[in-house]
């Protein structure tokens, strides 16, 4: 077949058949090792083929949902701020209000599944697809990158600015610096209080830099598919019945929900990652076996109902007692499993996950690490100064008021220190070599051909 057999087009020109010398500027946007991104322009989305997950390399509905969670723990730490004393009763008391706001810091939750769903699904999906999962220690540099500068920064200016003369207290320093203030009951929430949550997630962190050794070590993606498959529910299993067993352990001797360092540490929060595992697994397996097909809507929204039905269950029942926070503790992982499951197994064109994909959630979600560290800091410096009132009433005012402040110090804490450092992360591709940024030489001696 001819040009001339194709409707709506005519034959080349004798100009047009020419070859054109390759160009510099085409060499370094085409060239794969070089992939930087070089327009704004949203990709169109084609409803034939809107599969679970077809968003490219991010899924930008659950980064709505982080910054919904990192909005969410800010007013719940205005929630709790706003108490004449720690032994009077909260704003709302005993009304749906009340049981809702005190658990928002339930959200915790939703960020922990996230980054155990978001990791651990390429992972698993290379390993069964018989490909190779990947480097250590590239992952190990790339979650270092994420995590570490930010986080250091944080620590080093909140310290130094509550400790003004030396030594001060230099073992809460140390403890932070290290992410071991979750083994120490008194100093788990000095500095930066919620940065106990980073201390978790950097230990499941290291968990996965040692899953993926011991992947690379025995071979893993060589292996038959049945082998393949045990190979990535093994970990899965292992930690969750190992949590479940420390748990009952801390339950059956009684600890009391204020030994801190029993129920805040990497072991007791393990069944929270076990979730975010299986929703990847989940997914795998369906695309798999239906051919990347979406649930159905009716699913969908069994999912949503469950979700919220396990959630308001939770926060009904919860009290201080250690049981009590466990149960809301599983409740609402599985909760935010169902609802999560409903956006990543449903069709990238679904009007939900459309909403969560909104550009105000995006953004939320993009500054949701920096609103996450600073918002503390930031509502004791305004207490400091007499900014704020910790009566019930005031509730409101500072809630809206911890958020008019935290967001845009979260925004320019991305952009001076999140994003550089995060560009750092292109000086390696995804398989670890290194990236050129210039073109082949070969290429400049076709252009100066061309044009002599």
């Known amino acids: 077949m001819t040009s001339h057999d194709l409707p709506g087009t005519t034959a080349p020109s004798a100009h047009e058949r020419e070859p054109r010398p390759p160009r510099l500027e085409d060499t370094v946007l085409r060239d794969a090792s070089a992939a930087l991104p070089v327009s704004d322009a949203q990709p169109r989305i084609d409803k034939q083929r809107a599969v679970p997950g077809n968003t490219g390399s991010r899924f930008e509905d659950l980064e709505g949902y982080r910054g919904l969670a990192a909005m969410g723990i800010v007013v719940f730490h205005a929630y709790q701020f706003c108490r004449a004393g720690t032994s009077s009763s909260y704003a709302y008391q005993d009304t749906w209000a009340y049981h809702v706001l005190l658990n928002l810091d339930g959200l915790v939750s939703m ?202 269950w939770g926060c009904a029942i919860r009290t201080d007692s250690a049981a009590s926070s466990l149960w809301w503790q599983q409740l609402s992982t599985v909760g935010f499993v169902l609802l999560l499951a409903s956006s990543v197994l449903a069709p990238t064109t679904a009007r939900w996950r459309r909403w969560m994909a909104s550009s105000v959630l995006v953004w939320c979600g993009l500054i949701s690490y920096s609103v996450y560290l600073w918002h503390e800091p930031v509502l004791l410096y305004l207490d400091a100064h007499g900014r704020l009132d910790h009566a019930q009433a005031a509730f409101p005012f500072v809630a809206l008021t911890l958020l008019l402040v935290s967001v845009p110090v979260g925004w320019l804490s991305y952009w001076a220190i999140e994003y550089p450092v995060g560009r750092l992360r292109l000086l390696r591709t995804p398989g670890g070599a290194k990236r050129s940024f210039y073109p082949n030489a070969r290429l400049f001696a076709a252009e100066e051909e061309g044009r002599g």
């Open 111 to 312: 960020f922990l599944v996230l980054s155990a769903f978001l990791l651990f699904l390429p992972i698993a999906r290379k390993v069964i697809a018989g490909q190779d999962p990947g480097s250590w220690s590239l992952f190990a540099t790339r979650r270092a990158l994420r995590i570490l500068p930010l986080y250091w920064v944080a620590i080093l200016v909140v310290w130094a600015y509550r400790n003004p003369t030396l030594p001060g207290n230099w073992q809460d320093l140390v403890e932070h610096l290290t992410f071991t203030q979750i083994f120490d009951r008194e100093r788990i929430f000095y500095t930066i209080g919620p940065a106990w949550s980073l201390a978790v997630e950097v230990f499941f962190y290291a968990f996965l830099v040692v899953l993926l050794a011991v992947y690379g070590r025995v071979r893993a993606h060589e292996r038959s598919p049945r082998v393949r498959r045990a190979l990535v529910w093994a970990p899965v299993v292992a930690v969750g019945v190992a949590s479940l067993a420390y748990q009952g352990w801390a339950l059956v001797t009684h600890v009391p929900s204020t030994h801190y360092e029993v129920w805040f540490n990497p072991l007791a929060k393990g069944t929270v990652f076990v979730g975010g595992m299986v929703l990847a697994l989940a997914m795998i397996g369906w695309n798999n076996g239906h051919a990347a097909q979406p649930l159905p809507p009716r699913a969908l929204w069994s999912l949503r109902l469950g979700a919220l039905a396990l959630l308001g």
